[in-house]
């Protein structure tokens, strides 16, 4: 009976569901039918298939060819599926031995002389591989995604011709090199380094505050005062990523059709989108849905400039996974789940003439501009720092070397590893009964910024975030327990707040 079965690996978010592709060859009429939900990129396989076996210097069977791509019921596109195509019709007119299709999996695009081409998002694809210790055959131009795996039994082929060689036993394929040393932790560029912006200390120490708790972090000040340059330099205070979280990060960018640079494999990401961004552009989802910003910026940084420009839907939109730490994409052929546990940095002017002070716009202007930030999204925010003008002589004078990146990256090292110690999570995650568990806050000293949260008008998730963020001050400053001064600086650290209030008060 002349049928073959190859298996190879669909995309499915970011993960690879194993596909088995069923090759029949029959008497009758020559003809070629693709079943089991192939879309049009996959419907088009047939063309390529049959030039690329011409090609290469294969028979292409004049017989019946059925193909059936299980379970059927999984939506399969792209171009992936015309390398194992092509082998279990080779292996099915019985040009390659089927015995040797054993605990093979093959993914790859094929040319129309038999080359094997690029795929996106072949990162899923080995890592699932990998688990089920399967010997996974992929392009050669994908090397750069199986070296970060690191996956023994990942080959590369490059051409039909070379493949069958391969299957026939005659000769083998290159595979990765040993070990990972070409992608090992690299000392953190200081092309960009905190000593390089002028002044703004308080934002500085923010900044430093922000990188130890991973705390979410606004900016608030007129144009040309730093905001930018500050939140640029954040990725330098943060620890790099460890192997997992790091091939989890570039999975994410796989899927996405996006690749990260071996000598970033390590670095956190930093996202900066325009305020024109949509907001799947940032969730995620079309008609195949692909990761948004917030996704690509798991485990780092994102970062909206112009905050007050992005239309107050799209901002909306980030509240639930700034929460959750993952976003849901529902469509009526899945439903897929895409980590998002981001950091998110913002920057705006107080108001839409760039200033407060000696502003071209009236109270009710200031306020229409500030409303474009819902309540609810303002509130997410653990700290909000004013970033004032430079006083006048500051830019010409002798500056003093001031704290590099490095140092401050140092204590931020050792205050994260103060609070993994003490309760499992950075100081951001913690949850209210950990706060009472671990927090070491005395319950005077929580009288105190109760009244001072009702005084203010804050909500409860603040109360609870000023309770993180002085925990984290305190880490910094080595101290077993929050004290008084350590909540003091955490309610100075709300020049949102302030500005609200004092534009109600000026009514």
Not at 252 to 281: K, W
Not at 299 to 313: C, H, I, N, W
Request: proline letters at 6%.
């Amino acid at each position: 009976m002349a049928i073959a079965c190859v298996t190879t690996r669909a995309s499915l978010g970011v993960d690879a569901p194993e596909v088995t592709v069923e090759v029949h060859l029959s008497n009758g009429l020559p003809a070629f039918n693709l079943v089991g939900l192939p879309e049009t990129s996959v419907k088009e396989a047939k063309e390529r298939v049959r030039s690329a076996l011409i090609n290469a210097g294969f028979e292409f069977p004049q017989r019946r060819i059925t193909v059936n791509l299980a379970p059927a019921d999984l939506p399969k596109q792209g171009g992936r599926y015309d390398l194992p195509i092509a082998i279990g019709i080779l292996a099915a007119s019985k040009q390659i031995p089927a015995q040797a299709l054993k605990d093979h999996e093959f993914v790859g695009e094929l040319a129309l002389s038999g080359h094997i081409r690029h795929c996106h998002g072949l990162l899923p694809v080995i890592v699932d591989a990998r688990k089920q210790q399967k010997i996974v055959v992929i392009p050669l131009d994908n090397r750069c995604d199986a070296d970060l795996v690191g996956y023994q039994k990942t080959f590369f082929a490059s051409h039909l011709q070379a493949l069958s060689e391969y299957l026939h036993g005659q000769q083998s394929l290159p595979s990765i090199a040993t070990g990972l040393q070409w992608v090992a932790e690299e000392a953190t560029s200081q092309q960009k380094c905190l000593s390089d912006v002028i002044g703004q200390y308080q934002a500085k120490r923010a900044l430093e505050i922000a990188a130890a708790g991973n705390h979410n972090l606004l900016f608030l000040g007129p144009p040309g005062t730093g905001k930018t340059m500050l939140a640029s330099r954040i990725v330098q205070l943060l620890p790099p990523l460890d192997y997992d979280e790091a091939l989890e990060v570039a999975t994410i960018h796989s899927v996405a059709g996006q690749t990260i640079p071996t000598n970033q494999f390590y670095q956190r990401p930093f996202r900066s989108p325009h305020h024109t961004s949509s907001a799947i552009s940032l969730v995620g989802g079309g008609s195949h849905p692909k990761p948004g910003e917030i996704s690509l910026a798991h485990r780092g940084v994102l970062f909206l400039d112009e905050v007050a420009e992005f239309p107050r839907k799209v901002l909306d939109c980030l509240r639930e996974p700034m929460e959750t730490g993952e976003v849901i994409i529902s469509r009526a052929a899945a439903k897929l789940t895409f980590s998002s546990r981001f950091q998110l940095v913002a920057a705006m002017n107080p108001s839409p003439c760039g200033d407060t002070a000696n502003a071209r716009a009236s109270q009710d202007q200031i306020q229409r501009y500030l409303s474009r930030l819902s309540g609810p999204f303002i509130d997410r925010f653990d700290l909000t720092i004013d970033v004032p003008r430079l006083p006048e002589g500051t830019l010409t004078q002798q500056h003093q070397p001031t704290e590099t990146s490095q140092q401050v990256a140092g204590r931020v090292k050792a205050a994260r590893e103060r609070q993994l110690t003490r309760a499992g999570v950075l100081n951001a995650e913690l949850t209210g009964k950990q706060l009472a568990a671990t927090g070491g806050f005395s319950q005077t000293d929580l009288e105190f910024l109760e009244q001072s949260v009702n005084k203010l008008g804050l909500s409860v998730r603040s109360y609870h975030r000023l309770q993180r963020v002085a925990r984290t001050i305190a880490d910094l400053a080595e101290s077993p327990m929050v004290e008084r001064s350590h909540i003091a600086q955490a309610l100075g650290y709300r020049a949102m707040d302030r500005l609200l209030h004092s534009l109600q008060n000026s009514y």
